[in-house]
């Protein structure tokens, strides 16, 4: 079965940016979309961009656009989030997701394998 791994979190000032990235061990992504979501402390988890099997197809949440670009580098290879212009809200452990059935405009119940996800924490 497909383990997805996630790194890149850190602390940043409001600002910054950070770049993480998701890698699918064993047999890779298999065709699979993959997503990326965020959990804050408190709070439930929520949707912030996915990108298609082949990379040509992507989607964000209406929070990260023009900030945030999702990519991939070979189909079974490695889902990189770039995220620009941080702010506190951006603050919480990031999880990468992918699963048979999840499409780019999927929420997380669509998704059924998780990484163990990254801690990205924004300073004022």
């Known amino acids: 079965q497909v383990q997805l791994v996630e790194s890149g979190g850190g602390l940043v000032q409001a600002g910054g940016s950070l770049r993480l990235s998701c890698t699918a061990s064993?047999?890779?992504?298999?065709?699979?979309?993959t997503g990326w979501f965020r959990q804050a402390c408190g709070q439930e988890r929520e949707f912030v961009a996915a990108?298609?099997?082949?990379?040509?197809?992507?989607n964000y949440a209406d929070a990260v656009k023009g900030r945030f670009t999702i990519s991939r580098d070979g189909p079974n290879d490695t889902v990189y989030l770039q995220m620009n212009s941080l702010n506190g809200e951006d603050t919480g452990v990031y999880y990468c997701?992918?699963?048979?059935?999840?499409?780019?405009?999927?929420?997380?119940?669509?998704?059924?394998?998780w990484g163990q996800g990254t801690q990205v924490t924004v300073s004022a």
């Open positions: 990108i298609s099997w082949t990379g040509s197809g992507t």
């Open positions: 064993t047999t890779g992504f298999d065709g699979m979309h």
């Open positions: 997701a992918t699963g048979p059935l999840a499409t780019i405009q999927s929420g997380p119940e669509d998704y059924t394998l």
